[in-house]
């Protein structure tokens, strides 16, 4: 079975600065990867997305994530913070016979300004 | 507006009362699910559905029901709720059966039992 880790539950950047937040899953073959964002009060929303290819892929709001099948890693990088960047991030592998998608606990973003 | 909504977005119920969540999908999708959202255990799947009729379990299904006779409607039942199935309920939608598709999220049920 699939599974995701993300290291840090709670990370504070200043706004402008760039950010990293980290992924890692485990999974035997290489699985189907996703970044959301959850604003407070709201549903989930896509950023971006891994299935092959170029291993480093761009997504909405100036996002982009980097593949790393050595590392069995998908962080998410941002350049430059804006405030409205403040959420909560989810790492998703998607995989296995029900193509289930398994999401990590998240990673709490503040952004100070 | 391609979307998926759930009702009640807020509930507050007490323990044993039979409640239902909906959740409606106006994209044609076959592909249905329910989440819980807890703090600090992030988002676990209760139920999936791959098409009309066709249901399974999840990680934590245990509580839980749901139906799925139409194409567009994916109904969450609890029969008897308990305190611990307080929580933050998201249903989403996804076009085909396979994993690599976006998987569209509703706003959210948030769910009291006291």
């Known amino acids: 079975a699939q599974s995701v880790t993300q290291p840090d539950i709670h990370i504070t950047v200043s706004e402008g600065a760039s950010l990293e937040l980290r992924c890692n899953y485990s999974?035997?073959?290489?699985?189907?990867l996703f970044w959301y964002v959850q604003s407070p009060g709201q549903g989930l929303q896509l950023l971006l997305k891994?299935?092959?290819?170029?291993?480093l892929v761009q997504g909405i709001k100036g996002f982009e994530a980097e593949f790393k099948r050595s590392q069995s890693s998908f962080n998410l990088r941002k350049p430059s913070v804006h405030w409205s960047d403040a959420a909560e991030y989810f790492c998703?592998?998607?995989?296995?016979?029900?193509?289930?998608?398994?999401f990590g606990k998240g990673t709490l973003l503040t952004v100070n300004p | 507006e391609a979307q998926v909504t759930q009702n009640p977005r807020y509930l507050i119920t007490v323990t044993g009362k039979k409640l239902t969540v909906t959740c409606s999908q106006n994209?044609?999708?076959?592909?249905m699910s329910w989440y819980r959202q807890d703090p600090g255990l992030g988002l676990r799947q209760i139920y999936y559905?791959?098409?009309?009729?066709?249901?399974d379990k999840g990680d934590v299904p245990e509580g839980y029901k749901v139906s799925r006779k139409e194409k567009r409607n994916f109904p969450l039942i609890l029969e008897s709720p308990s305190p611990n199935q307080t929580s933050l309920y998201f249903c989403?939608?996804?076009?085909?059966?396979?994993?690599?598709?976006?998987?569209?999220f509703g706003e959210g049920s948030r769910l009291t039992v006291l």
């Open positions: 989403a939608s996804r076009a085909g059966t396979g994993s690599g598709g976006e998987l569209f």
């Open positions: 999974y035997g073959a290489t699985p189907y």
């Open positions: 891994y299935f092959s290819g170029d291993t």
């Open positions: 998703a592998v998607g995989a296995g016979s029900n193509y289930k998608l398994t």
């Open positions: 994209m044609n999708h076959e592909y």
């Open positions: 559905s791959m098409n009309v009729e066709v249901t």
